[in-house]
């Protein structure tokens, strides 16, 4: 059996084409969303992703203003800064991209982006709404991997989905999301004996791991949906995953590619929340 490709290219391209119609009404109302991304110090990959970021905004009009800093900044200068974001009317989402030098607490950084310009979901109140099933920001990573899903028309309900990884900004809110629209979830991480005996039961099995092409098809039931969310380089320093496509793709039902899967529709996950942001804003004015 051959996987059916889930290609988050073209999912993100269909999305963004929707995104732009909206970003046209909110400028027509005299409202031009703006992200403000700050990127502390000079890490390659994250000038890559900030660069992304930047350039997929301009494609749809969404005004995109880039604060960088230098590594040695201080936690408050980056605390002032983002305090300054949170009181200009021209800026609707904020991001700070991590992970940030040891010097800087995320979590103060974190709760400190007013929660209704968090964009990327990762503020205490916005996860709280997302646990109580309220609607908010969802983290964009696992907002994408959802749409994905509901794209390609695979069922969530009653699946049994097993996540590896439990970071705050993919592996927690992804099972969290999961859960909601009904899955049985199971977590699994560094101190998980005998992981294979878990994801093998996985009729969605989420990576996020960070170690490149990990997941072979030994951790892969038949006719599975695999969905990659690593970005790692492989012994030839090219982009890769972390499962083994090329060994997986003859065991799953359903498989991301890395890249041009889960990558592409976090960014438009990121375009999606700031045009809501934007229109939050108008719904308030025209309350007041
Ligand atoms: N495509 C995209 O849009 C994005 C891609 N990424 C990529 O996804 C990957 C994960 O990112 P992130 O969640 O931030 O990473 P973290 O390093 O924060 O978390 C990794 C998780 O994997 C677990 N883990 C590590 N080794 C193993 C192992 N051998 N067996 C089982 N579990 C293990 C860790 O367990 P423990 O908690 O016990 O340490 C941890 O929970 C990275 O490659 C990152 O670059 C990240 C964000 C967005
Ligand atoms: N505050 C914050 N928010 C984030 O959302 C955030 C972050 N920090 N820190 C780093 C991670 C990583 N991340 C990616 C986004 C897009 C691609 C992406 O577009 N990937 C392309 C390939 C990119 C390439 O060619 O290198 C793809 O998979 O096709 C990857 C990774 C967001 N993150
Ligand atoms: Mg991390």
Redesign the pocket.
């Given at each position: 059996m051959t996987a059916n490709l889930i290609d988050?290219?073209k999912i993100a391209a269909e999305t963004r084409k929707n995104l732009q119609i909206e970003v046209n009404q909110l400028v027509e109302a005299g409202v031009k969303p703006g992200l403000a991304v700050i990127l502390v110090g000079d890490n390659q990959?994250?000038r890559?992703?900030v660069t992304?970021?930047q350039k997929s905004c301009k494609a749809i009009g969404i005004e995109s203003i880039l604060i960088e800093l230098p590594d040695y900044v201080t936690e408050n200068e980056l605390l002032n800064q983002i305090e300054e974001l949170n009181n200009r009317d021209d800026i609707h989402g904020i991001?700070?991209?991590?992970?940030l030098p040891k010097h800087i607490s995320e979590t103060k950084v974190i709760e400190t982006i007013s929660s209704e310009k968090d964009v990327?979901g990762?503020h205490p109140v916005n996860i709280g709404k997302m646990m109580t099933g309220q609607d908010t920001f969802f983290?964009?990573?696992p907002f994408g991997i959802l749409e994905m899903l509901k794209y390609e028309g695979i069922s969530i309900s009653g699946k049994h989905a097993v996540i590896v990884g439990r970071s705050n900004?993919v592996g927690k809110p992804m099972g969290q999301l999961l859960l909601n629209e009904n899955a049985t979830v199971t977590y699994c991480h560094s101190k998980t004996k005998d992981l294979a005996s878990y994801t093998r039961e996985a009729d969605i099995l989420v990576a996020a791991i960070g170690k490149a092409k990990m997941i072979t098809s030994e951790y892969v039931k038949e006719g599975a949906t695999v969905i990659d969310v690593g970005?790692n380089r492989d012994e030839n320093g090219k982009?890769c995953g972390d499962v083994d496509f090329a060994d997986v793709s003859d065991q799953a039902g359903f498989i991301t590619p890395?890249?041009?899967?889960?990558?592409?529709m976090?960014?438009t996950m990121?375009l999606y929340n700031t045009v809501k942001s934007a229109k939050n804003k108008i719904n308030h004015r025209n309350l007041k």
């Open positions: 988050g290219k990959a994250s890559t992703y992304n970021k991001l700070v991209q991590l992970p990327d990762f983290p964009c990573t900004i970005m982009l890395v890249p041009g899967g889960v990558g592409p976090t960014i990121l």
